[in-house]
């Protein structure tokens, strides 16, 4: 953690990191009944905030949740204090911690919020250039993917599994049909046209992704939010992933496959192009 991100939020204190301390009856410790958010920061300014807390919102409603924090505030607060600039703000939201340990949903309990920011970790030179690599993994997660809960077991070990096949994400499907990524949003170009996945409780609403569409369309891209199975990855021109810290990254193999001519095809260079500059100016 660099110096410049000690400090963070605990409860309506700002503290360093290595003093913020939890109660082990924390519910999100004991069954990952939190959400969470991660918003990107440019040069000081929060990318996309409204969307981010709105699905925050969405979030915290879906689990029954109730939260009365400025949000915002916050996310202002903890940039000037860590130093501006460039930046991921983490952001988790936990039932509380009730007396005991029972599954039900306790009544007036006073939620535990927790924030920090990080470094933002910019695409090695390799992803750039060369692209990253993907494996599809059946989509063995919850049914109620578009909370963005704390509870990612699931998706660290889907992660992992595409880890242990030695690329950088896993793709998930369903029955036939692609969902996302295990940490990100999937995109393909088919046929000249930009598509992905259209939104259902099997996967995240991405504020990313919504972005990338918007700078997509202003270059002259069709977009549709439209399925996509797996047969038609694989034969895709193009595949991409997106999320608030990957930004928007080429994928050019996919199970070992070259994915077009296994480089970085010409409709994510404009793109990413215009998303880097988009993201400073917004």
Same mark, same amino acid.
């Given at each position: 953690m660099s110096?410049?991100?000690?400090?963070?939020? /605990?409860?309506?204190?700002? %503290?360093?990191?290595?003093e913020a301390k939890v109660s082990v009856l924390d519910r999100s410790f004991l069954f990952g009944d939190g959400v969470y958010e991660?918003?990107?920061?440019?040069?000081?300014?929060?990318f996309v905030l409204d969307a981010h807390l709105q699905r925050l919102a969405n979030s915290l409603a879906a689990v029954r949740m109730r939260c009365? /924090?400025?949000?915002?505030? %916050?996310v202002a607060q903890l940039i000037e204090q860590n130093g501006g600039g460039d930046m991921a703000i983490y952001i988790q939201v936990s039932r509380g911690t009730p007396g005991e340990r029972n599954h039900l949903i306790p009544n007036d309990i006073e939620a535990t919020v927790f924030a920090m920011t990080q470094d933002f970790p910019a695409p090695a030179e390799r992803m750039l250039e060369n692209g990253v690599t993907a494996t599809i993994c059946e989509?063995?997660?919850?049914q109620q993917c578009h909370i963005k809960a704390t509870s990612l077991l699931a998706n660290v070990l889907l992660r992992q599994q595409a880890a242990d096949q030695d690329t950088?994400?896993?793709?998930?499907?369903?029955?036939g049909m692609i969902t996302e990524g295990a940490s990100s949003t999937v995109f393909a170009v088919i046929d000249g046209v930009l598509r992905t996945p259209e939104d259902a409780p099997t996967l995240l609403p991405g504020t990313t992704r919504d972005r990338v569409i918007a700078v997509a369309r202003?270059?002259?891209i069709e977009v549709f939010n439209q399925g996509i199975s797996k047969t038609e990855l694989y034969q895709a021109d193009e595949v991409w992933i997106s999320s608030a810290l990957r930004e928007v990254l080429p994928v050019t193999r996919l199970d070992g496959r070259a994915v077009g001519n296994g480089l970085p095809g010409p409709l994510w260079k404009k793109v990413y192009r215009?998303?880097?500059?988009?993201?400073?100016?917004h």
């Open positions: 110096k410049r991100h000690q400090l963070c939020f /605990l409860n309506g204190e700002l %503290l360093p990191l290595n991660v918003i990107p920061v440019y040069d000081g300014q929060p009365d /924090l400025d949000f915002a505030d %916050l989509d063995s997660r919850w950088d994400e896993a793709i998930l499907e369903r029955d202003d270059q002259g215009a998303f880097q500059i988009a993201k400073r100016t």
